[in-house]
């Protein structure tokens, strides 16, 4: 079964400049998250769907980040205008009901560094 | 917010030996898991424990949940180089959302 993936790996852009990371979660998950980690920190969940609708984007700063999900698979982050603050590793992950309880696949993150 | 601390910040120990972590949170749970995360990789998860679970094993770790003490820990025996990694205990509500503690970094000695 393949993994969730992640694009790019890596993202260097000046402050003020705007990113996009692309995320496909593995084949019949509905749902997936975007996590935001800090270096020294545990992630933090930024927005959650399920399908193509949004659960939660309570900590998601909608000034500058947002996010969708195309036709319930894919996902993009965007974030514009970059602020040095936003410089960290952004987890998608995947999940879907087993048992009634929902164990999360992670990818391997994009490491933003906003210079 | 961080829902858990995990203690000790940082383990350095020698391989073989055991690495026990301990996680503390704030708020009533569904369940609680534990997470590896090597450097400069993505999160896999090990092991979920429900909340009316009080113990739970998988290979070589060994995972205790007190939820009168909002605590857990996470026991390693017979450590290896391999196991060098951050670990994170996250917090499930029932909500299908986790809030990740800051994370115990551990470094396995040869």
């Known amino acids: 079964e393949a993994g969730v993936a992640q694009s790019p790996r890596y993202k260097i852009i000046e402050k003020r400049q705007s990113v996009a990371f692309w995320c496909n979660p593995i084949s019949g998950h509905a749902t997936l998250y975007w996590y935001q980690q800090i270096l020294g920190q545990g992630p933090k969940l930024l927005i959650q769907?399920?399908?193509?609708?949004?659960?939660?984007d309570s900590q998601l700063p909608k000034d500058r980040f947002s996010a969708e999900r195309l036709k319930g698979v894919d996902s993009t982050l965007k974030i514009q205008p970059a602020k040095l603050e936003d410089s960290a590793v952004y987890l998608c992950?995947?999940?879907?009901?087993?048992?009634?309880?929902?164990?999360?696949?992670f990818g391997p993150g994009t490491r933003l560094t906003v210079t | 917010s961080q829902q858990g601390e995990e203690d000790p910040q940082a383990l350095s120990i020698q391989e073989g030996e055991n690495a026990t972590m301990n996680c503390s949170y704030k708020?009533?749970?569904?369940?609680l898991q534990w997470y590896r995360q090597n450097s400069g990789r993505g999160l896999v998860h090990l092991i979920l424990?429900?909340?009316?679970?009080r113990e739970k094993h998988s290979g070589r770790l060994r995972v205790t949940l007190d939820t009168s003490k909002k605590s857990s820990s996470l026991l390693i025996t017979a450590s290896r180089a391999a196991d060098t990694a951050s670990y994170f205990c996250a917090t499930d509500n029932g909500s299908q959302k986790l809030v990740f503690g800051q994370g115990t970094r551990l470094t396995i000695n040869p």
């Open positions: 424990i429900r909340s009316n679970e």
């Open positions: 769907f399920q399908n193509n609708g949004v659960v939660d």
């Open positions: 708020t009533s749970i569904n369940n």
């Open positions: 992950a995947s999940s879907f009901p087993q048992g009634g309880l929902y164990e999360q696949y």
